[in-house]
């Protein structure tokens, strides 16, 4: 009765592993196989062909190519009881040795690409010149050499027909060979895995490293010991007095402390070393569970096995090659930093911008009152139109714009652009709410309901929404995950005032990632910060804070990557900015007008990603543009008669900063696009005028369009291809090596049919008015041919 029982169990198993085979691994296969394809063709793609750190994912999905075949391709046909190397020794060897020398090349070029990227990143110059093209072939030439050394032993080890101690399949390792167990899990589970675990972990951890040590060498370091001294400038018609905000506690925003900095560069550096690890954990995931089983294999060799037993550890088996497989299949290595939907670029003290803006787009392209301007990450400008009812979008390099929305829209004033490219939208002055609009949505739904025009928005890192409703002089917020819609109120009282728990007109408002309130307080002539649930404000700038600046009716603020403050002074038509020295004019420093230099009432401001600086120039009718001119940060300091250090400007490194940072090294132009590297950032210029973006990653609907058709036409036709042409070579294989031919018997009854559907057929002359003719004037016919 066990051995029956035990016996249905294991058919059981049998039908399950061919189930695995069949549903698991095909679509692994196709998408595996589709997914590598797709990397080659960007991998292979002119402007990568010299870059180092391409070229090893290049090999790398070349072997995951080979792996996911080799491997994955015999396993379906075992799913269908067709697999050609269960009964040939030499298909069998090559097959195991395919799968084996594949997995292990394409985790040795990832981890080549983790050194390389470490040696890039270094501020030694030596380092960075041992990367050459050469050493890079070389080390390919020398991993693979390397792996047919280390399973060369497949040679020997590998074989068929075994009905030994429980081998999940007949085409399998020789069991009865200790040496050849220990042998093949060892060589798999060092050179395969451990190896390159190591390797990722190690040079990730020093890439982090030296990224730091970057960030730090071309950062200024403030020193308290340093007195700035005060100095008085004279702007227009104003006098403003510039003095290092060091020594007023309260503008501590324009001098974070080292428990800020502190804070902010652990999180920063969590969030790298978080994304490295998942990388991690997920090679070992996939990778350890067959060298598991390999291990468990060698120390179970002598133990007596019931068929049961070894139809568990046979599924296991399946279950543990197929997870191999999906680390070929599905590979995902990105170091980046996830950031604020809006651009804070890092500037040094002596930043200077062109005096002379550009006027982006005058009354006749962005209306008469244009009030609100935000750039995103991508320097997609938005910008809302109050007199028109609508927000016109611009992407970068694009001088008309590419959206309009409108619909329901009354006199819309704030605005923000969060992480997924949603728009929220003030509309409240006559319809009492604010609104999201999705991606290329025609129409916005209700987050927030107010009772009055939402000056500003802001969304927070909590997914919280701000509004500064300046008629009611306070800011109310809204959780955007709880799906509830009526705010509470976050700053003032509802009533106008100067205390610091009142706002009188408030405008522009930011909040950071410690969750601090900042408001441009626009009739007490301040900015006001509120700490995290707290109702007590705080003077950082403008009345009420001594040692900072006078301010004339505030409406927009912006902290840069360095958290210093930047304001948009509307009453005195220009925009300051502060560093360790202080506050100082960086644009419309002549007093209003109407002259590239100068500004008339701006409302807000916005930075994109080089530092530029768009502003609403609401009397003029106009967006400006100032351009970034000098941000030079570069100090050499003396720490001996012979030794000294490079503070490097942002763009430059190395000892005597005399490396200029490639922007473009590991960004990726899409559809054609070329990456230039500019001042501080990078340019993908796009092909044609399908396409636009920051990465070029728009594409026109006419484009679309095209692409849609030719790509399924194209994979329509490789699909069919494929599939007939495997389906040719495996009848083949199973005919001519095998003697099996599925199709014999089809053929035969086919055969069959046909003779059986042939009929005799009889002629019949029949001559129509035919004359009489007597049969002795016949010729060559006698009387018996006759009557017969």
């Not at 063709?41 to 996911?68: A, E």
């Not at 015999?74 to 009881?81: P, T, V």
């Not at 058709?709 to 490789?718: E, L, Q, Y």
């Amino acid at each position: 009765m066990n051995n029956t029982t035990s016996s249905a169990s294991s058919i059981n198993f049998s039908l399950l592993n061919q189930i695995i085979n069949r549903y698991i691994a095909i679509p692994l296969l196709f998408f595996g196989l589709i997914g590598n394809s797709l990397n080659i063709f960007v991998f292979t793609r002119k402007i990568f062909r010299n870059n180092i750190c391409v070229i090893y994912f290049l090999v790398s999905t070349l072997f995951d190519i080979l792996s996911l075949i080799a491997g994955l391709f015999s396993r379906i046909l075992n799913g269908f009881n067709m697999d050609p190397s269960q009964n040939s020794v030499v298909l069998c060897k090559l097959r195991f040795f395919t799968a084996y020398f594949s997995a292990y090349a394409a985790a040795w070029f990832i981890s080549l690409a983790c050194i390389e990227r470490y040696l890039s990143s270094s501020t030694d110059i030596y380092k960075r010149q041992f990367i050459t093209m050469k050493r890079t072939y070389l080390s390919i030439i020398f991993v693979t050499l390397l792996g047919f050394l280390t399973f060369g032993e497949h040679a020997y080890c590998i074989n068929i027909n075994q009905d030994l101690l429980g081998a999940p399949q007949s085409c399998y390792q020789l069991q009865r060979n200790i040496q050849c167990q220990i042998a093949d899990s060892l060589m798999q589970f060092i050179f395969e895995i451990l190896i390159p675990v190591l390797m990722m972990i190690v040079f990730g951890f020093l890439t982090l490293r030296n990224i730091h040590a970057r960030y730090r060498r071309i950062s200024v370091i403030p020193t308290h010991n340093t007195a700035v001294p005060m100095t008085t400038m004279r702007i227009g018609n104003h006098h403003s007095t510039l003095q290092n905000p060091r020594n007023n506690k309260r503008a501590s925003k324009s001098q974070p402390s080292a428990r800020q900095v502190q804070r902010k560069t652990q999180k920063r550096d969590a969030q790298l070393i978080a994304l490295l690890l998942i990388q991690i954990i997920i090679f070992i995931v996939s990778s350890f569970p067959i060298s598991i089983y390999k291990l468990y294999s060698v120390a179970t060799i002598s133990n007596t096995k019931s068929i049961l037993q070894k139809s568990i550890e046979g599924t296991i088996f399946n279950m543990c090659v197929i997870s191999l497989f999906l680390n070929n299949s599905i590979k995902f290595y990105i170091y980046t930093l996830y950031g604020v939907p809006f651009n804070q670029p890092k500037f040094c003290p002596s930043t200077t911008w062109n005096p002379n803006a550009i006027t982006f787009a005058n009354a006749s392209i962005a209306g008469a009152c244009s009030n609100v301007i935000f750039i995103n990450k991508t320097n997609g400008i938005y910008i809302t139109e109050n007199c028109n009812s609508q927000v016109q979008v611009w992407s970068e390099g694009n001088m008309t714009p590419v959206r309009t929305m409108s619909f329901g829209l009354n006199q819309p004033q704030g605005l923000f652009v969060a992480d997924d490219n949603a728009v929220f939208i003030d509309n409240a002055k006559y319809n009492g709410r604010v609104e999201r609009w999705a991606l290329n949505s025609t129409s916005g739904t209700i987050v927030m309901n107010v009772t009055g025009p939402c000056y500003s928005l802001f969304v927070d890192i909590n997914n919280a929404l701000y509004c500064s409703i300046g008629t009611q002089n306070m800011v109310v917020k809204v959780s955007l995950n709880s799906g509830i819609i009526v705010p509470t109120i976050a700053a003032g009282t509802g009533g106008a005032g100067s205390s610091y728990r009142k706002l009188n007109n408030p405008h522009g408002i930011f909040v950071d990632n410690n969750l601090t309130l900042y408001v441009a307080d626009c009739s007490n002539n301040r900015i006001q910060s509120f700490a995290f649930n707290q109702t007590n404000g705080t003077t950082i700038a403008g009345t009420g804070a001594s040692g900072t600046i006078s301010l004339t009716c505030p409406t927009g603020i912006m902290f840069d990557a360095d958290e210093y403050l930047f304001i948009v002074e509307y009453g005195g038509s220009r925009i300051i900015g502060s560093s360790f020295n202080g506050f100082r004019c960086i644009a419309g420093c002549r007093g209003p007008g109407s002259s590239p230099s100068q500004l008339n009432t701006p409302y807000s401001f916005s930075f994109d990603s080089y530092g530029n600086i768009f502003v609403a120039d609401q009397t003029n009718c106009r967006i400006q543009k100032f351009l970034l001119s000098t941000n030079s940060c570069s100090i050499c300091n003396q720490t001996s008669n012979t030794t000294f250090y490079c503070l490097c400007e942002v763009g430059w490194y190395g000892i005597h900063c005399e490396a200029k940072i490639d922007y473009c090294e590991n960004i990726t132009c899409l559809n054609g696009g070329i990456c230039r590297s500019s001042l501080l950032n990078y340019t993908c210029e796009c092909l044609g005028e399908g396409f636009s973006g920051r990465y070029c990653e728009i594409i026109s609907t006419k484009t679309t369009a095209h692409r849609m058709v030719s790509k399924s036409f194209a994979f329509i036709v490789i699909v069919v291809s494929i599939i007939t042409f495997m389906f040719i070579i495996v009848l083949d294989i199973l005919k001519y090596c095998f003697n099996v031919d599925p199709m014999r018997k089809e053929l035969q009854k086919l055969k069959q049919k046909k003779k059986k559907k042939k009929c005799p057929v009889i002629v019949k002359y029949v001559y129509i008015d035919a004359p009489s003719i007597q049969p002795s004037e016949v010729p060559f016919l006698s009387a018996e041919e006759t009557a017969m």
